[in-house]
């Protein structure tokens, strides 16, 4: 199979040059346009997979924190992490067994918590029941929830990182 290179048509061999210089430009441009609505895809299917907020209240510093989270939970544990924020009543979505879900509906004062088991059991009832009734749950009265999800994640994410680490207080 042979492939036929178009040939650059000019009058001098100056012309000929710049036409193929701008021939190799256009496909050079094309394929950086291509390959950056990709990247901005990719993220905008990563960031509908691990953060839905039908309120639309959180800002970007709040998502990208979530994003964030996701990634390092992945990274670090090789467990997925979907929070869902509802405006009015949710149902949980079909989870796998290595997907920990926080779902939120503030307009009725409704927090989901799941756990994969092995972090639910790493974790602790305790500790998850804190999160719901001393963390999340209060936020709603108070308004303040988005920065609490963010308090919520990071305080999951050091007691992961202590239990991994074998910390004698566990």
């Known amino acids: 199979m042979r492939i036929n290179v178009p040939r650059v048509h000019g009058d001098t061999p100056k012309e000929k040059i710049i036409r193929s210089i701008a021939l190799v430009l256009v496909f050079a441009a094309v394929a950086w346009a291509f390959m950056a609505n990709n990247e901005r895809v990719i993220e905008k299917l990563n960031r509908e997979g691990s953060v839905y907020d039908e309120t ?42 290595k997907t920990m879900y926080i779902g939120l509906a503030p307009s009725i004062g409704e927090v989901e918590l799941r756990f994969p088991g092995m972090m639910r059991q790493a974790l602790g009832d305790d500790f998850i029941r804190a999160l719901k009734f001393e963390y999340l749950l209060p936020s709603f009265q108070i308004g303040d929830w988005p920065q609490e999800i963010q308090i919520v994640l990071a305080a999951i994410f050091e007691k992961l990182t202590e239990i991994q680490q074998g910390d004698p207080s566990q």
């Open 56 to 97: 639309h209240t959180l800002d970007n510093e709040q998502k990208k924190f979530i994003i964030s989270f996701t990634r390092a939970l992945k990274s670090e544990f090789g467990l997925s992490c979907k929070i869902h924020i509802y405006g009015g009543d949710f149902v949980v979505p079909e989870l796998d067994s």
